[in-house]
């Protein structure tokens, strides 16, 4: 599905994790560069150093600063896993967006019901799993959560109260989508729900390249490693088993551990020598020596799923939960702002408190931020 669904809570910090594998991957993704290390200092290390100050408190209302810079840092190792920085002049509106949420989180669970917590603990269960499988093992998922400062029941606790969160907003709001409205949906936007072709492989990658400068290895370097490539795939061809030669040799470390497995892709995701050579080859077969800016490779075919529409059945979840987030980004504001001065919130940071009158101001002109 193409659409992108907007939530009304952005566990910044599972963005992160889910976008900070690629700091050291060294798969044949294409990219120009490679991604900045996260900054893995913990907010308790801020707070240590510089106090936990108050931010925002009301009835039943309080953030401290530890909370907000976890959330930052969090967007932070996301847009550093792409390789990008935020400019400082964003910095302060991104600062004073997330306490917003923060605040919004703390008093729609002060509204949560039974139901509210047991669908939040579920939703928030799916979101675990489905991190945990993109990190793609256990000890994976460990590292990026250490990488951005955060214990496994951190995670699980912030998550837990967005996704409740989420659920007491949909309920008080009266929010509701049938059936039809998820098929007419489905039946409307097709090209939304178009499938590329994908292959799914394993690979054994000798790198020629030195990771940390992205500079090539010397001469006889690279006629070393193409001769150990070359006696590997003899071997594997012999008949021994690729995913154990590839947790033994390859140089890829993220897909190491996997016996060189990497996660489905399209067209256009890799680099064109591997993508070339991968969906031109059959089922269960295995590739000669292929050569990219990497190094030199040996790919095995698992599988190929051809271009189609994804079945209704497969979507309609995603549907009813987009369809939802629409209807929520339109009641939401006021029902958040009648909240959030019923419990008299107060934003005690002078900067903080500037740009948040400064984001309302925008808001009731229709005007972006800081527009004079």
Do not use: C
Not at 230 to 259: C, H
């Amino acid at each position: 599905m193409k659409t992108k669904m907007k939530m009304i809570f952005t566990a910044a910090l599972a963005v992160a994790l889910m976008n900070s594998q690629a700091n050291a991957d060294t798969a044949p993704v294409k990219t120009n560069s490679a991604a900045a290390g996260t900054n893995a200092t913990t907010s308790a290390t801020m707070a240590s150093l510089f106090g936990d100050p108050v931010i925002a408190k009301g009835k039943g209302v309080e953030v401290k600063q530890s909370a907000l810079d976890e959330v930052v840092l969090g967007i932070k190792s996301a847009a550093a896993a792409h390789n990008e920085t935020i400019p400082p002049a964003q910095l302060l509106g991104i600062e004073s967006q997330m306490l917003s949420r923060l605040i919004q989180i703390q008093l729609l669970l002060q509204k949560a019901t039974p139901a509210d917590k047991a669908a939040g603990l579920a939703k928030a269960e799916d979101q675990l799993t489905n991190l945990l499988a993109r990190a793609g093992s256990q000890e994976a998922f460990d590292r990026q959560l250490k990488a951005v400062g955060m214990t496994p029941q951190e995670l699980r606790t912030k998550i837990t109260q967005e996704a409740t969160a989420t659920a007491t907003m949909t309920r008080e709001l009266g929010i509701t989508v049938t059936d039809a409205d998820a098929t007419n949906f489905y039946a409307s936007h097709p090209t939304d729900f178009e499938q590329p072709e994908t292959v799914h492989v394993r690979h054994i990658l000798l790198l020629t390249m030195d990771t940390a400068t992205r500079t090539p290895l010397s001469a006889d370097q690279i006629e070393a490693k193409r001769k150990q490539i070359e006696d590997i795939l003899k071997r594997v061809k012999a008949g021994e088993d690729f995913a154990t030669l590839a947790q033994q040799y390859s140089e890829d470390p993220g897909s190491k551990v996997k016996g060189g497995e990497l996660p489905p892709f399209s067209h256009g995701e890799m680099v064109p020598q591997f993508e070339a050579a991968a969906f031109s080859m059959q089922t269960n077969t295995v590739s000669d020596v292929v050569t990219t800016d990497y190094g030199f490779h040996i790919i095995k075919l698992l599988d190929k799923t051809p271009a189609e529409k994804v079945p209704f059945a497969k979507v309609a979840d995603k549907i009813r939960e987009f369809l939802v987030q629409q209807k929520t980004q339109k009641l939401a504001p006021a029902y958040l702002a009648g909240l959030t001065k019923a419990a008299d919130v107060q934003i005690l940071d002078p900067d903080l408190k500037a740009a948040a009158a400064a984001a309302a101001l925008a808001a009731a002109t229709n005007a972006p931020a800081g527009t004079p």
